[in-house]
């Protein structure tokens, strides 16, 4: 059984800064994309952004300039580097992996962004 572990989530100032970490483990091979997604209350599931195993990237437009996704292949590790952090940001952020036949969930992590 595949597991994805998340962690980093939780209270900052606007302005601040938080790292993301999702770690797959179990029997997986293969992995084509990572990525993080995030859904407010009220609001449809949206991409943030993703990463390949060459090492390309797309970030959605409302994270650019502010947001790093990093990724290592040896460890099947993606993080997600969050500065410049605005209320708006604030939702449950989700790890998700893709590969061959095959794609997977984290539990989702909270970020909340408040004064």
């Known amino acids: 059984q595949v597991q994805l572990v998340e962690s980093g989530g939780g209270l900052v100032q606007p302005g601040g800064s938080l790292r993301l970490s999702c770690a797959a483990s179990?029997?997986?091979?293969?992995?084509?994309?990572m990525g993080w997604y995030r859904q407010a209350p009220g609001k449809q599931r949206e991409l943030v952004a993703v990463?390949?195993?060459?090492?390309?990237?797309n970030y959605a437009d409302s994270v650019k300039g502010r947001f790093t996704i990093l990724r290592d292949n040896a460890r099947n590790t993606v993080h997600l580097q969050m500065n410049s952090l605005k209320p708006e940001d604030t939702a449950v952020y989700y790890c998700?992996?893709?590969?061959?036949?095959?794609?997977?969930w984290g539990q989702g992590t909270q970020v909340t962004v408040s004064s």
């Open positions: 998700r992996t893709i590969g061959a036949g095959y794609a997977y």
């Open positions: 179990g029997s997986i091979s293969s992995i084509y994309t």
């Open positions: 990463i390949t195993s060459g090492y390309s990237t």
